[in-house]
């Protein structure tokens, strides 16, 4: 299957992919612990089927340190002994943030109190963007078809200065 198109390509989507790629470096610069966000990211994206995501954030996880073990356990969290409660929390705010249509409560606030416990007003800020980010990334992907395999970690970084 081949992508669709290249929504950078033309002038208006590099102008909105420049600044979808603004956002991104804000959060990935902000006091939220990047791996932290690695894999909420991979979490998401594994959820919404995107495969250039998956492909991305685990290959970039894994060169910032990122054990294999936890890269593989991230899809079954609950069930694994690996991860910190305030992972836990985050991935569960990345669940629920991605399934908002599977529950009519969207977040729940059992969720909401869990990552109050564990972050501050700015990396609670920083982690619902990137949680509402990720889902616009992997719907994207997905619409214009772009697979997983071929992604080289720090390909984009000309791309976001």
Not at 87 to 92: G, Q, T, V
Request: net charge negative.
């Amino acid at each position: 299957m081949d992508p669709r198109m290249n929504l950078m390509a033309g002038e208006f989507g590099l102008k909105v992919s420049k600044r979808f790629a603004g956002v991104s470096l804000l959060i990935q610069q902000s006091s939220l612990p990047r791996d932290l966000q690695e894999l909420v990211m991979l979490r998401t994206s594994q959820i919404n089927g995107c495969g250039f995501c998956v492909d991305l954030h685990t290959k970039e996880a894994a060169g910032a340190g990122e054990t294999a073990l936890r890269l593989h356990l991230v899809a079954v969290w609950r069930e694994a002994t690996v991860f910190t409660d305030a992972e836990r929390a985050a991935l569960a705010l990345a669940e629920e943030g991605a399934r908002l249509a599977d529950a009519h409560q969207g977040v729940s606030d059992e969720t909401w109190a869990k990552v109050r416990e564990h972050f501050d007003d700015d990396q609670l800020a920083a982690l619902v963007y990137l949680v509402a980010l990720i889902n616009a990334a992997n719907r994207l992907n997905v619409i214009v078809r772009n697979q997983g395999g071929s992604y080289e970690p720090g390909m984009f970084a000309e791309f976001v200065k």
